[in-house]
């Protein structure tokens, strides 16, 4: 049985190993004296060296968060439970993780509530798939698909350490997002699916099929290429409202005594964010005023227009009020 909460409600899955004495089996975040950071997996009768002495596990299993450890040298170590965004900077990875900062983002403005059901497709570490299984709670479900058995091993490891056993929101299938989605969702039924690969476009019309009327679709692509390609076969698809893409950049700040100011590094670059709203079936998106596009990518310097660009064009009235304005007005028999 699971154990319940204060309030006499099952605790969330997940809940009691972040809290209570350290055990043995779970990981510890250890800063150093110059905030450096070393995660351990405690165990018993294990040692942790440093080139300034070690101290045994045994040390820190039984306390409480938040303790200080000594080396046999006196150098004093933090240890904390490592929370949900250092564990996805830390944990084994295969594949590139969603930063914490994206996942953010993606939870929050593709709104991933309570309960819902949300498609992931790859699954590639999991990093993300852990900020998803919070969001969407117990009573949630996240169905991950991933085609490289070797990431999705990698994955269900990542989670279940997290969360200290299997999550019951959670599926994991193997293969193509393309072939498992259709067998693995019924028509019209899922709230939300988050696309985390090389080449989201090619998957649309089973994404279409699957997500509820006013679903979100969110991806998250590392170029502007992809990003200019996606939206584009988005409109051309007919079956999603209008797309909305943006970035964020995180810049962390510096605080000692009267040096407060952002830190001279930051991740300048991770990824590009992109949701659309699925429409009704049937249902056309209202026509935006917008020349259509000549195509993804033009090869020649004439298809390449301003307008294409988004760029406001000047009429020729304006440049000769400019040219007198500036003192070269043309000279009308030139
Ligand atoms: C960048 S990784 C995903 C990282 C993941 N979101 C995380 O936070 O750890 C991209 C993954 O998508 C998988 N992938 C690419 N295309 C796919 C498809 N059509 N169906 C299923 N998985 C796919 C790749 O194998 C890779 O593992």
Partial sequence: MRPTSEHGRPEATGAAVRRG???????????????????????????????????????????????????????????????????????????????????????????????????????????????????????????????????????????????????????????????????????GTVDRIVLDMLAPWENLDVTAAALAPGGVLVCYVATTTQLSRLAEDLRDHGGFAEPEAWETMVRSWHLEGLAVRPNHRMVGHTGFLLTARRMADGVEAPVRRRRPSKGNYPTTSEEWTPEDLGERTVSDKKVRRVRRDVGQAANPEA
């Avoid at 995660?39 to 060296?49: G, K, P």
């Avoid at 698909?145 to 969360?163: L, P």
């Fill in 21 to 187: 004495p350290f055990r043995a089996g779970e990981r510890v975040q250890l800063t150093d004296p110059k905030g450096k950071l070393h995660t351990i997996a405690l165990q018993e009768n294990a040692t942790f060296h440093t080139h300034r002495g070690y101290f045994r596990h045994d040390d820190i299993i039984g306390q409480p968060e938040g303790c200080v450890v000594r080396t046999t040298s006196g150098i004093e170590y933090l240890a904390l439970r490592p929370l949900l965004s250092d564990y996805t900077l830390s944990m084994p990875r295969g594949a590139a993780v969603v930063y914490p900062k994206d996942a953010g983002q993606i939870v929050a403005m593709a709104d991933i509530f309570p309960g819902a059901r949300v498609i992931e497709a790859g699954v590639g570490s999991g990093a993300l798939t852990l900020s998803l299984l919070r969001a969407v709670g117990d009573s949630g479900s996240v169905h991950s698909i991933e085609r490289r058995e070797d990431f999705a091993a990698i994955a269900r490891g990542n989670v279940e350490a997290f969360f200290g056993g299997p999550h019951p929101a959670w599926s994991l299938s193997r293969g193509d997002l393309a072939d498992v989605l259709p067998l693995v969702a019924e028509p």
